[in-house]
């Protein structure tokens, strides 16, 4: 996972509420819900390419950031909500979709109502991804959505190259940070081709590197948030450090990373763009 500003400003709202679960992979037979709720930007994202906008009651304002969001344009005119218990009793939600959370601090006002909930995991990888689509077009009772959306997504990937050709790559962030296996951007670097400096170095999947341990590794590529290809604060100062400028650059929205949904698409035509243009073969 990347490091981000605060984003789950309502994840941690399901674990407060006495939720009914939702069978995640049958669709709504009689009825689809026309209150559906989000607690979490990656749940934002799915409903917006899933649901009826009619059928959204509430999303967390991160859907409407631009450094987060994927698809922040399309939040414009729905309602959307910081996590308080206020907004959220308003609502009055029919389904309420979020990630799985702990925590029940900021909804020990609600009272203990019973709200169909569906918990969509984490995504890093693509089968992942698959499964969410799955899971949240069944529950806002749009399967075939999913389906369609998915296919699309498979026959986007299946052309894709890898022309990363076993060269090591180092996702790097703001203060040292370098993210490791078993995530999204791993997933991503696997699709492309190339080796991930985390494994080859034993790295858990969220590690702190030095300026002078990634200067020894030198790996073939380094790949940074394309918010960071100035410098803008302390923590993006590091990255351009002169022992770091021989090393080609991939350059990624955070956007297209934070969560595990369609945006998955952009980053992996990307990622394979921009190796080919270090190559001399692209554009």
């Given at each position: ?229 100035t410098v803008s604060d302390q923590g993006s100062e590091m990255l351009h450090h002169p022992a770091l400028k021989h090393i080609p650059r991939i350059s990624i929205p955070q956007a297209w990373t934070v ?25």
């Amino acid at each position: 996972m990347t490091v981000v500003k605060p984003l789950l400003v309502g994840a941690v709202l399901a674990g407060a509420l006495s939720a009914a679960p939702v069978d995640r992979d049958a669709p709504h037979q009689n009825s689809r819900p026309q209150r559906t709720l989000s607690l979490n930007l990656c749940t934002d994202q799915l409903l917006l390419a899933l649901a009826d906008r009619g059928q959204i009651a509430g999303l967390t304002h991160n859907v409407a950031d631009p450094e987060l969001s994927a698809v922040p344009t399309l939040a414009r005119g729905l309602p959307l909500h910081r996590g308080s218990a206020e907004q959220l009793l308003t609502t009055n939600p029919d389904l309420v979709v979020g990630m799985p959370a702990s925590g029940s601090a900021p909804l020990a006002a609600l009272p203990r109502e019973h709200y169909p909930l569906l918990d969509v995991p984490h995504a890093n990888r693509i089968e992942d991804i698959y499964r969410a689509i799955r899971q949240t077009a069944a529950a806002v009772g749009h399967p075939e959505r999913g389906a369609a959306l998915i296919a699309d997504m498979q026959r986007e990937l299946a052309v894709l190259p890898s022309p990363g050709r076993g060269r090591v790559a180092a996702y790097y962030q703001r203060r040292g940070y370098m993210t490791g296996t078993g995530t999204l951007v791993d997933d991503l670097m696997t699709r492309a081709g190339l080796v991930n400096l985390a494994a080859t170095l034993g790295k858990p999947p969220l590690a702190q590197v030095s300026l002078e341990e990634m200067v020894a590794a030198d790996p073939d590529f380094l790949i940074v948030e394309s918010a960071t290809d100035t410098v803008s604060d302390q923590g993006s100062e590091m990255l351009h450090h002169p022992a770091l400028k021989h090393i080609p650059r991939i350059s990624i929205p955070q956007a297209w990373t934070v969560c595990g949904g369609p945006a998955y698409v952009r980053a992996a035509r990307s990622f394979a763009a921009q190796i080919a243009q270090h190559d001399g073969r692209g554009a």
